[in-house]
Structure formats: structure tokens, C-alpha cells
């Protein structure tokens, strides 16, 4: 049994404790959370503190806290056994400041707090500072998930700023959408089954070769059409990515 | 049955055709396209022919073809009973130009010639001249497909760029998501469950409600950094989308 704490209250942490409890190598032995009124997000029976004190003893201790908050928290866990991880995707290792062992536990997934997730399917990306580490976190994530890769920290920086693109960027492409479809009382799920096909093609087709419609093949006629259309800032960003496709194919 | 003849030779007809071969109540009496040797497309037994003057007499005739073609090419038809559609999501109705009664079927998905498709899931968006034609048109589309609407030209027009934003910008997303992993010897297979889960989200949740990440946070040392690492493209892109993420969830 792999014993594990977990720090935080945010939807990483509840996700975590969700899928930890679901495998039976890992022992949920505690979960340290700030305020201990915020418990509305565990309805899980797990034992509970706030104070630091009180941490028990584990072999990975997780921290699901915020980015900005990462490295002066992990200066006040002053014991040194133990393996102490963060989630974050854009925090590097080294700003763990703890006497303990150090390394990153990322899952690359977004977590809403209401949504059922598929755990096994969430890719881990692993990090320790110690080679000999590495066997306990592969072991410790491939209990909830199929897909764990060791990933060090200039790696994760730059997937996470994939991730941004892959996820925030694509939504933001669909939140303009559903404006225009909106505005004009049409309804969006016109478009769902041409968004899911576009994220299933990418199981067999790489993005470039999935690409199509007027940037793609460069029609100024439709492009400029479309523009007309639109509102400032929804104009700005179609030029921008229609401008980047066009490049994109004509320098192939 | 229904009658139908097929112009054109691209994606759009060779799927339309397989979907329609695979309907008991339509029967698809011949394909035009105008070169008899572009037939590397077509392993479905269908009546061909490359002359005007052969076609035979339906009840539904669709132009597959290039957007850019169809308002001369719809001069040639002189027949006048029956219905002439195209099935293009920018051009409108009124761009037909021929005697007979006019109409739209535009399927709201993108073709490539390879991919497997589910006809079923496919929006078809109708529209036609005579109010009388609809029933018509409708019983075909929904021989092949359960996600039927009637959507008139200007909404079409509107539905187009919003597709454009959905599919095809969403889609550079990814292209630049996969260049930054490639460039970093990161296998871009790590973000496709979050692709995936992106999509699905939008069954159950608006993009509005779905988004996250640093410009949803407004969290400038982080899009900072990012931009810090980006090429001079992406960056562009990058500083765009980011504002217009943190304009938005601002106003709210």
C-alpha cells in the first residue's frame, strides 16, 4: 500500500481522492485543507486537518494548491521523509523548498468539480528529483491511469503551453462560435457533431492534414465575406488564424 | 423512392452517395462529373455519365460542387421540373440559376475522402424556394440522418463562420498544439484525451462555463512566460486569443 496525503480543496485534489479511493494499492490516509469549513467538495470519507501539525506520515505527499502558492507552502513541510509532489503544469520542481524528497505529479487534464471524469485515460506526467523516486510515483499513478510519461520540467513547461492551445484556445474558438450562433437564433448543437469529429480525427489524422475550409485554401472571396460579418475583436482574432493558416499550407 | 442524380466529384458527393446507397427509400439514378476518367473516387456502382444531355429525369438533383462553380454551372441545368440544391454552407439559394425550383442541403460536417463517417449524426441544413418542396427535402435528408433542420440563407451564412471558428480554428489550435510538442520531443498523443474531453464537455456544459487556464484567469505571469517561449506567429496568436479570453470573462 502506497500511503498518500493530500493537500488542497480545489477540483485537482477532489478528483485525485475520487480515483485514489477507486484503487486498492493506495491508502487515502489524510487530506490538509486551509479552511476547515470549505468541505462542501468532500463528500468522500477521508480523515481531514488544517493543521499543520497534524500531518501524518505517508510516502507521497501531493500538494493540489495554487501555482502561486506552491513554493511558500512547501517551506512550512519541514519533515524529510517521504516523497512531496505538486500538480502543477507550469511550476518547475525546484520550487518545492522542502528538506523532503521532491517531484511532480501533473495530471494533463481539466477538472471541472461536477464532471465525471474517466481517470484512466488522464495522462500523468511524472518528474523526481531522485531516479529512485520514479518507481514509487509510475507506480503510484499507473494505479488510476493507462497513460503516465516522465516528463521533466522544461518538457512540462512547454506542453503546458500546448495544453493552452490544445484545450483553452480550442474552447475559445467554440465560445465565438456559439456567439455567432447565438446572436443569430441558431442553435449551437448544429455544430457538436462537427466538433466531435474534428477532436476524433486527430486519432488517425494529424491536425495539418485534417485542416480545411477558406484559409486553408487561401479563398480571399469567402474570407473577406466572413469578415464583414463579424465584431471587432471576433474580426481581429479570424484574421489573425485565418492570416496564420494561409502561411501555414502555403509554405508546405 | 426518391429520385436523386449527384453532381460533382469531390468528398461531399462520394460520401452523400455511399449515405444514400444505405437508404431503402432513395433511389440515386446517376452521378454526373464532368471528367468520365476522375473515377478513382468511385467504387459504388452508380450510373455515370460526363454529358449534359444524358441526365436522367429525379425528383432531387444536388450540386456537389465548388462553391466558386455553382452559379454557372446551374445555368446548364434547362430542365424545369424537379428540385436543384447545392449543398454549400456560403453560397445562397438564390445564386441557382435555372428554371427549376430551387433549394439548399448543406450537410454541416467536413468530408475527407478516408474517413469513416456516421451519416446519421450529421446536421443537414435545408432550404428551399416553394414552402411545398420542404417535405420533400426533408424526407430525403432524414432518410440519411436524424439531425435535420430548416435554416434560411442569410442563417446559413451566419452558421458558416461560425463552423469556420468551430472546426476549422479549433483545428489550428491543435496544428499549433502538435508543433510546439514536436519541438520539444513531447508526443502529442499526451493531449488528445484533453481534446477529447474538451469536445465532450460541450454536451452537457456551454464553452462560456467549460473555459479555464491562465487567460481565463487573467494570470499575467503566466501568459507572460508563455509568450516568452512562443515564435513570433504563435506569440501573435498566443496575445490575441489571451486578451480576448480575459475580455470576455471580465465583462462577466
Known sequence: MIKVVLFGSGNVVYHLAKAFRLANNIDLVQLYRRDPNNDH??????KKTSS??????????ILGINDDHIAEFSTKLQFSEGLVVHTSGSISMNQLKCPAHKGVFYPLQTFSKNQKMEYKTI??????????DMNLLKTLAESISKNVYEINSQQREKLHIAAVFANNYSNHMFKISKDICDEHQISFDLLKPLILSTANKLDFMDPAEAQTGPAKRNDQKIILK????????QKEIYSII????IKTYQKD
Do not use: G, N
Open 52 to 61: 499543520l501539525k497534524e500531518i501524518k506520515k505517508a510516502d507521497v505527499y
Open 123 to 132: 495522462p500523468f506526467c511524472l518528474e523526481t528529483e531522485f531516479s529512485k
Open 226 to 233: 466572413h469578415l464583414e460579418q463579424l465584431h471587432s475583436d
Open 41 to 46: 467538495l468532500f463528500d468522500l470519507k477521508i
Open 242 to 245: 485565418s492570416k496564420s493558416i
